[in-house]
């Protein structure tokens, strides 16, 4: 048997080897950044110095290649717009022929021949696909977030792509927004750090290097805060809030090495993001010293002028001037920027800025060293979709899987068990990648059908049934099943397809129903007022638990759902979200327990939309209610539900149980240059072997400004035989204690503090501290 300090010295030495490595990347990074600094300002220097204005201002021209439109307009005449020099790069062309083609139009058919770059959007995987980010994020498994990212990096540069538009990190808190899918939850801590593993994952060491892509951090800024969770809508906050809760993933990735950021098509105190000065400028340059390429995002300089802020000439040199550097789609800049210099409303040195910095992320790429690079036909043949990418996906997708209801342990499922699948989502490989999957292979994704079957073999015992429709409306089906991700729909009366279910039903032990969202009924401009399974498979879900058996759900799902009804109701609950290509195969591993589920949440499930936004790290009020209490007259709640969530950021289940102690902290004192740490015991009380997420939180008592009742802190997932006991340590410095203050600057104010750790923000024991004067 392995003592018990062996134990807690390689779990302790694997974290501290994991963030020396990191630490050892960065900082090699940053040395052979400043070695190779000079030589590449000699040769930019003489580069730009040859090129005229126009020229300069095709640079900052990035145009779409057509594969993803997302917008209003894409882009034409694109061979002869290479030709004259009118463009810097060009995004959603895919594969080494196409943009071998495209970049030898600029290398051997331009004056200067400065290559083009080629971005994508690679979200969450390229060919291999992993979960949706917001899946991804609950497997609060930074290593295997920061692999993910890395295995995307290589597959996208072996198919010719050097940039991707990742990773987003916009904080939400309003699961009506459909691009909550795209994102890692609610909380600034957890999405701070998942920024950073997927900056460090995309880009490597060098961005030079064949199998690495530059990332650019989107959406720059606060574009999850639009009102009422409508997509591209206006948002509205303090700066205190924005500095505390918003902002710090964007810095994460960018303090990690982003070397792009994207603007956000929100509005900033009224001004359109894209031309906001303070934010580009200020904070971003200045403040936050970034020194790497920042682009609009589609067509957001032109849709400048809806906001109501000028002709495209005005937008467009505000865009310019405020620090965007490239123009995506919307040729704004093409179109005005020479009339513009003539004019005088832009100068320059705004243009050779901008230029600079496009043909920087151009050089830190390698491609004026070998502008086919990335096209080796052989890496694309060899290196994409292949088995042990496809094997790490699968791990990914049963991590990210997050266990919410699991009454009289309904799972995991015997195989010998006759099970029905039914289920609108049951039988659809093309909805199981998720949204923002521009590259994946949709006929080679894995459904939960496949997958089961896969799983059961030869002496399958499974019963399928549709059972309903995904919607009831058509019009809104065929709008939720955009981009070839269609759900065929079944005219057949809706008694018809129930009964058809309850026939398979009643031939079985256990029911697996497959229900929720389709992947396209989260992501952009897919937002929805009802967050709830639709009613059409509410009503198949009555009918299956009237027959008695037992019942699992599967719930697809690219947001936060309200699932109060199916708590209620339902046994057995396993949040899938949408687990890319391996989804199918993933759903076999955790239904018959080969896979413990560990998964958490990153964002909190509301009992009803009316709770919206509602996530942990709220402020107390003067009016808070007492612990326990469910209502009280003039406190600050709600006549009609409580004021808890469903289900609590941080909470997931698992087939074990885990015990976590209360913290001991080694001072009851900090100082500014002590530091304390804060143990626990986390025990595994049950019968199977399964991992935990040991999760540290803080409340600073009293503050120059009121600060929340909770904010995670620290984190750390750890793996438990049946029975076994481990002790986990945290060490807390004054760093974790601070915030910007009402004057923005970033303190930490002597005083009471309690430390909380369990295993959800809503399971905690917690400990008090001071940080002395
Ligand atoms: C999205 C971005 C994306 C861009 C390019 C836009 O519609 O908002 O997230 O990167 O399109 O595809």
Known sequence: MRSLKYLIAISALTIYTACAQQKQNLQTLK???????????????????????????????????????TG?????????????????????????????????????????????????DVIHGYKTTFPIPLGMSATWDMPLIQKSAQIAAEEAAADGINWTFSPMVDISRDPRWGRFSEGSGE?????????????????????????????????????????????????????????????????AAIDAGAGSIMTSFNEIDGVPATANKWLLDDLLRKDWQFKGLVVTDYTGINEMVEHGFGDLNQVSALALKAGVDMDMVGE??????????????????????????????????????????????????????TAENRKIAREAATKSFVLLKNANNVLPIKKTDKIALIGPLADSKVNMPGTWSVSTDLSKAISVRKGLEDALGASNKLIYAVGSNLLEDPEYQERATMFGRTIPRDNRPEAEMIKEALDAAKQSDV?????????????????????????????????????????????????????????KHVPSILNVWFGGSETGHAIADVLFGDVNPSGKLSATFPQNIGQIPIYYSHKNTGRPLAEGEWFKKFKSNYLDVSNEPLYPFGYGLSYTNFEISAPVLSAKSMTSTSTIQVSVQVKNTGARDGEEVVQLYIRDLVGSITRPVKELKAFQKVFLKAGESKQVNFKLSIEDLKFYNSNLDFVAEPGDFKVFVGNSSANTKSADFNLSK
């Open 31 to 69: 040395t052979s950044n400043t070695a190779s600094q000079s030589k590449m300002d000699i040769f930019l220097n003489d580069l730009m110095s040859k090129m005229t204005v126009e020229e300069k201002i095709g640079q900052l021209n990035l145009l779409t290649g057509g594969e993803a439109i």
């Open 72 to 120: 209003s307009t894409g882009n034409s005449d694109l061979e002869n717009k290479v030709k004259r020099g009118e463009v810097g790069g060009f995004f959603s062309l895919t594969s080494p022929q196409k943009i071998r083609k495209a970049q030898d139009l600029a290398v051997n058919h331009t004056r200067l021949k400065i290559p083009l770059i080629f971005g994508l």
């Open 187 to 251: 909380d600034p801590f957890l999405g701070s750090e998942i920024a950073k593993a997927m900056v460090i994952g995309y880009q490597g060491d060098d961005l030079a290097k064949i199998n690495t892509l530059m990332a650019c951090v989107k959406h720059f800024a606060l574009y999850g805060a639009g009102e009422a969770g409508r997509d591209y809508n206006t948002v509205d906050m303090s700066k205190v809030r924005m500095y505390n809760e918003y902002l710090p993933p964007y810095k």
């Open 332 to 385: 704004g800049f093409l179109l005005t920027l020479k009339k513009s210099l003539e004019a005088g409303s832009v100068s320059i040195e705004d243009i050779n800025r901008a230029c600079r910095f496009v043909l920087e992320a151009k050089y830190k790429l390698g491609l004026f060293e070998d502008p086919f690079k990335y096209c080796d036909d052989e890496r694309s043949k060899t290196k994409i979709f």
């Open 511 to 567: 029911i697996v129903a497959a229900l929720g969202e389709s992947s396209e009924m989260s992501g952009e401009s897919s937002s929805r007022t009802d967050i709830k399974i639709p009613d059409v498979q509410r009503r198949l879900l009555e009918a299956l638990l009237a027959t008695g058996k037992p019942v699992v759900l599967l719930v697809f799902n690219g947001r936060p759902l309200d699932l109060s009804w199916e708590n």
